[in-house]
């Protein structure tokens, strides 16, 4: 039987590069995003592979997530797989110089987002006692650097929903996991550094960063186990990479 998944943040970086794995994988899509323009260049990229449907909201206003889901047609509304992927870093400036409106962005749309849309999805998974999450997590949601407090702070509160879903799931049959990413060449950089492509182009010069396809493979790897096999929280890096602040770099 064909699945459905349902993709958060799908119109950039891993949540693109996975959307088209998946299609290529004959997985029935639900891609979700806040630019219209793009979602709609994805989903006409992606039909001749599988069926696609397009939601555009902002996983930050709960009545708007509610909506969207609510208005999934009958084909694309039984969600076998939940892939949390949107998220953002906004600023990185000491705890005592923070910017109140990037702590806001970043609790609202790692944090409050994720659980929005699970909400809204879950119930359908609890009544079927089947169901698949991949929460996306961060490298920086299991250590904290310097300047990255409340970012850290949103990642690390990602981990402990991951852990505390999974708990609260296990009665039902339904598998949760997490993927945690060090370095990935996303916009992720741009949107931290607030359009200074100079300085985000700085932070993987000189060494290979993983790229979103390779984290798309991973999530196709975990979501494609057997029913048996939950893959509950993995850690990836690129090579160069050692933690947070160390990075082997040529230059």
């Known amino acids: 039987m ?17 959307a088209l794995l998946f ?12 630019r219209k323009e793009l979602l709609i ?20 206003d709960k009545n708007a997530v509610s909506n969207a889901i609510n208005s999934l ?7 076998d797989i939940l892939i949390n992927n949107a ?20 609790l609202d749309i790692n944090v409050k987002g994720l659980l929005y849309v ?38 690390h509160a990602v981990d402990a929903i991951n852990q505390g879903m999974r708990i609260d799931l296990n009665t039902y049959g339904i598998r949760v996991g997490a993927v945690n990413p060090g370095l990935v060449e996303t ?9 200074d492509v100079e300085r ?4 993987y010069e000189g060494f290979q960063p993983l790229k979103p396809e390779d984290i798309a493979d991973i999530i196709y790897f975990v979501i494609s186990r057997p029913p048996h096999v939950n893959i509950a929280d993995l850690v990836v890096m690129p090579t160069a990479q050692a933690s947070s602040t160390i990075v082997k770099k040529t230059i």
């Open 23 to 34: 299609a290529s994988k004959d997985i029935r899509l639900v891609i979700c995003g806040r």
């Open 73 to 79: 047609p009958e084909k694309f509304s039984h969600i």
């Open 87 to 106: 998220g953002n870093a906004h600023g990185m400036d000491p705890i005592e110089k923070g910017s109140l409106e990037d702590w806001d962005a970043m």
């Open 2 to 18: 064909k699945k459905t998944a349902f993709i958060t943040g799908a119109t950039s970086g891993i949540g693109k590069a996975t």
């Open 200 to 203: 985000a182009d700085s932070v």
């Open 187 to 195: 916009e992720f950089s741009n949107v931290r550094f607030k359009g």
């Open 118 to 155: 699970s909400r809204a999805i879950l119930p359908q998974m609890v009544e079927r006692r089947s169901g698949h999450i991949i929460n996306i997590g961060s490298t920086a949601g299991k250590e904290v650097y310097p300047k990255g407090n409340v970012y850290c702070a949103s990642k």
């Open 41 to 60: 260049k994805l989903q006409k990229q992606l039909e001749p592979l599988t069926d696609v449907y397009i939601l555009n909201f902002d996983v930050r």
